[in-house]
């Protein structure tokens, strides 16, 4: 069990350049969530896969975000066309999906500056 | 919407003391989940410890305990003989069991800092 990955750590890109992130959840955990957490804020939901499926998109997640986990494995994050509202820290978390009780366990994250 | 509140920005407490970090929530659900995690300066979010609303006992956990008032939707977190480590942000979280949400929500956190 090495924990949920991801990459990169950090990205400093400019406004309107596309950036894609990338986790890799515990290995068999069926579910994938990923959350923002701006400066001073609790961390935000933004959706969560089971398995290959995304079964919930928060109103967060504008047009302009996309996520996918074509395997059901790991799951990428893609912001387009950036803007300075979408800096934050980007979290991963996976979770065995069995129970309601069942902990995340959540990534080191991936800040994002958008400069 | 579910929303959690945690009233204490920031805490402190001496090493080896008790202080308990308070949280509030707003649901309109009978049964859920309620979780605290901690995040360590630049470290992972991990979890501290969990609290089903059916189950009337407070969970405990080592030197970690949860005082769940169900009526007044209130739900603490009380870490005794605090130790340096235990200095980080800390958020509580509630989970809706029905709907089929599985997302988490989150407070906005406090801060915990712990003197020598």
């Known amino acids: 069990d090495t924990g949920v990955s991801q990459d990169p750590r950090h990205k400093i890109t400019k406004r309107g350049q596309n950036v894609t992130f990338r986790c890799d959840p515990i290995?068999?955990?069926?579910?994938l969530y990923w959350y923002r957490q701006t400066l001073g804020q609790g961390p935000e939901f933004l959706t969560y896969?089971?398995?290959?499926?995304?079964?919930?998109k928060s109103r967060l997640l504008s047009d302009r975000f996309s996520a996918e986990r074509p395997k059901g494995s790991f799951s990428t994050l893609e912001i387009q066309r950036t803007e300075q509202g979408d800096s934050a820290m980007y979290l991963c978390?996976?979770?065995?999906?069995?129970?309601?009780?069942?902990?995340?366990?959540f990534g080191p994250g991936t800040r994002l500056t958008v400069t | 919407a579910q929303t959690v509140t945690q009233s204490q920005p920031e805490m402190s407490v001496q090493e080896a003391e008790t202080v308990t970090l308070s949280c509030t929530y707003d649901?309109?659900?009978?049964?859920?989940?309620l979780f605290w995690y901690k995040q360590p300066p630049s470290r992972q979010m991990i979890l501290v410890i969990r609290?089903?609303?059916?189950?009337?006992q407070n969970a405990t956990e080592n030197r970690f305990s949860v005082n769940f008032q169900k009526a007044a939707k209130s739900f603490s977190l009380k870490i005794s003989d605090s130790q340096l480590g235990d200095a980080a942000m800390y958020f509580c979280?509630?989970?809706?069991?029905?709907?089929?949400?599985?997302?988490?929500?989150f407070g906005k956190g406090t801060k915990l800092t712990v003197n020598p």
């Open positions: 896969f089971q398995n290959e499926a995304q079964l919930e």
């Open positions: 979280a509630y989970r809706a069991t029905q709907g089929g949400s599985e997302k988490l929500v």
């Open positions: 649901t309109s659900e009978s049964d859920y989940y």
């Open positions: 978390a996976s979770s065995r999906g069995t129970s309601g009780t069942d902990e995340q366990y």
């Open positions: 290995s068999e955990h069926n579910r």
């Open positions: 609290q089903e609303a059916y189950k009337q």
